[in-house]
């Protein structure tokens, strides 16, 4: 009997190595993103044991898009979940597994509009991980000093802006700011541009129900000349190379009044070697003009598993985990990374942590998405447009008049209506 258990045991523990597979999956690298990634894939390995390896990807979303792109165009197994972007499931689709039968239900606790951004031809192609809004940053302390209230309205914004960056200057610190945000020529860009337009009432760059372009409008020439008055004024020169994190770089160091970016800025803003920790509202972006509205990009990160994974139903496994409540709950807390799961919103630790994802609740639920469910595998093309359009602008190699009327001839040849 005795010899017969260990047997038994020698056998399960063989079969459990023979059964041990090393799964490879991409994670972003923007701010905490990898180490929190590797954290919550050591946790499953530990569980399952199977290994897994970790790849970096670049920060510019629209890179990693062409790096995987280059992989899963040529049906390699080299990577077998990836980190999506919310306007990829259109774009790559063809490439992933249908998650929804290994799923099996767990999809409904995450907020039904991602699922169904997710879902494409009746396929999940994608589990959502976090989600994300275009957010205003601004120095409590700073406000407080020269008594302003929190801007309302752009122009508000860039009368604060230049009433404290003049002052700071003036006492001593010549590297201050006004206002930093995104505004290299890559998809970023075309994320804080989506904000401007929308909050002048100039529409979301395509139609939402034909895909016809809608751009070509005043109140979206308003917009974009708005933005470029702000560059070299009280935004620096050089933010017309500046990704999150360059942007971040400056806010952190105690070098700007407003800063605009997503959620994970937070956590990083609040930490003990930050320059201006305690000293930082989050509050939601402000409307273009009084007649103006509030608008916040809609972005966000899902994981997916390659169709052409050896290990299908194990990279499902590690997809479920990652995007799990538990694992949610970690990297809200310690990233700052809105959950997807709409009953995380009530945990009491997740909102002390971060107290804007309850006060900014209807932002994160209401923000605007990028046109790529109408331009499904043409939206980079439309984005890259776009944003090249706003670069010329901001850099003032364009009027926003002219480089928007070309941007509506261009978007009619590559986003024909349906
Ligand atoms: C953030 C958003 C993503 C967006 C990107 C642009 O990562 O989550 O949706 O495309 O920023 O830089």
Same mark, same amino acid.
């Given at each position: 009997? &005795?010899? #017969? %258990?260990?047997?038994?045991?020698?056998?399960?523990? !063989?079969? *459990? /190595?023979?059964?041990?597979?090393?799964?490879?999956?991409?994670?972003?690298?923007?701010?905490?993103?990898?180490?929190?990634?590797?954290?919550?894939?050591?946790?499953?390995?530990?569980?399952?044991?199977?290994?897994?390896?970790?790849?970096?990807?670049?920060?510019?979303?629209?890179?990693?898009?062409?790096?995987?792109?280059?992989?899963?165009?040529?049906?390699?197994?080299?990577?077998?979940?990836?980190?999506?972007?919310?306007?990829?499931?259109?774009?790559?689709?063809?490439?992933?597994?249908?998650?929804?039968?290994?799923?099996?239900?767990?999809?409904?606790?995450?907020?039904?509009?991602?699922?169904?951004?997710?879902?494409?031809?009746?396929?999940?192609?994608?589990?959502?991980?976090?989600?994300?809004?275009?957010?205003?940053?601004?120095?409590?302390?700073?406000?407080? &000093?020269? #008594? %302003?209230?929190?801007?309302?309205?752009?122009?508000? !914004?860039? *009368? /604060?802006?230049?009433?404290?960056?003049?002052?700071?200057?003036?006492?001593?610190?010549?590297?201050?700011?006004?206002?930093?945000?995104?505004?290299?020529?890559?998809?970023?860009?075309?994320?804080?541009?989506?904000?401007?337009?929308?909050?002048?009432?100039?529409?979301?760059?395509?139609?939402?129900?034909?895909?016809?372009?809608?751009?070509?409008?005043?109140?979206?020439?308003?917009?974009?000349?708005?933005?470029?008055?702000?560059?070299?004024?009280?935004?620096?020169?050089?933010?017309?190379?500046?990704?999150?994190?360059?942007?971040?770089?400056?806010?952190?160091?105690?070098?700007?009044?407003?800063?605009?970016?997503?959620?994970?800025?937070?956590?990083?803003?609040?930490?003990?070697?930050?320059?201006?920790?305690?000293?930082?509202?989050?509050?939601?972006?402000?409307?273009?003009?009084?007649?103006?509205?509030?608008?916040?990009?809609?972005?966000?990160?899902?994981?997916?598993?390659?169709?052409?994974?050896?290990?299908?139903?194990?990279?499902?496994?590690?997809?479920?985990?990652?995007?799990?409540?538990?694992?949610?709950?970690?990297?809200?807390?310690?990233?700052?990374?809105?959950?997807?799961?709409?009953?995380?919103?009530?945990?009491?630790?997740?909102?002390?942590?971060?107290?804007?994802?309850?006060?900014?609740?209807?932002?994160?639920?209401?923000?605007?998405?990028?046109?790529?469910?109408?331009?499904?595998?043409?939206?980079?093309?439309?984005?890259?447009?776009?944003?090249?359009?706003?670069?010329?602008?901001?850099?003032?190699?364009?009027?926003?008049?002219?480089?928007?009327?070309?941007?509506?001839?261009?978007?009619?040849?590559?986003?024909?209506?349906?």
């Amino acid at each position: 009997m &005795k010899t #017969r %258990l260990i047997s038994i045991a020698v056998l399960s523990c !063989l079969s *459990a /190595a023979s059964q041990a597979a090393t799964l490879k999956i991409s994670c972003g690298a923007v701010g905490q993103e990898l180490e929190l990634c590797k954290q919550a894939v050591a946790q499953w390995s530990k569980k399952t044991g199977n290994e897994v390896q970790v790849v970096a990807t670049p920060n510019d979303s629209n890179e990693r898009l062409a790096l995987y792109q280059q992989i899963l165009g040529s049906g390699s197994d080299k990577i077998d979940v990836f980190q999506i972007d919310v306007v990829w499931p259109g774009i790559l689709a063809s490439h992933l597994a249908d998650l929804k039968p290994l799923a099996a239900g767990v999809e409904k606790q995450h907020f039904a509009g991602i699922v169904s951004n997710n879902t494409v031809a009746g396929r999940l192609v994608a589990m959502p991980w976090f989600t994300d809004a275009g957010l205003l940053y601004y120095r409590k302390d700073l406000l407080a &000093k020269y #008594r %302003l209230p929190v801007p309302d309205t752009w122009e508000a !914004l860039a *009368a /604060a802006a230049r009433k404290i960056q003049d002052a700071e200057r003036a006492a001593g610190n010549d590297k201050m700011w006004g206002y930093v945000w995104q505004g290299r020529a890559y998809e970023g860009l075309s994320c804080d541009a989506l904000e401007w337009v929308v909050s002048y009432k100039g529409g979301t760059i395509l139609d939402a129900a034909t895909g016809k372009p809608t751009i070509n409008n005043p109140q979206a020439v308003k917009a974009l000349t708005t933005a470029a008055g702000w560059v070299g004024t009280i935004t620096p020169k050089a933010v017309l190379n500046y990704g999150e994190e360059e942007a971040r770089g400056v806010f952190q160091a105690g070098n700007a009044v407003f800063m605009r970016n997503w959620p994970y800025a937070w956590s990083l803003t609040q930490k003990t070697d930050s320059a201006v920790k305690d000293k930082v509202g989050v509050v939601a972006l402000p409307k273009g003009g009084a007649d103006g509205r509030r608008a916040a990009t809609l972005g966000g990160w899902q994981l997916a598993v390659s169709r052409y994974t050896k290990n299908q139903k194990l990279a499902a496994d590690l997809v479920l985990y990652l995007t799990s409540s538990e694992v949610q709950k970690q990297r809200a807390l310690n990233g700052s990374y809105n959950p997807t799961i709409s009953a995380l919103y009530r945990d009491p630790d997740i909102l002390k942590a971060n107290p804007f994802f309850g006060e900014l609740y209807n932002t994160f639920t209401s923000a605007v998405g990028r046109p790529s469910s109408v331009s499904r595998n043409r939206y980079n093309q439309v984005s890259n447009q776009f944003w090249n359009a706003t670069h010329d602008v901001l850099a003032g190699k364009s009027d926003a008049a002219s480089a928007l009327a070309r941007l509506d001839a261009t978007l009619k040849r590559i986003a024909p209506p349906k």
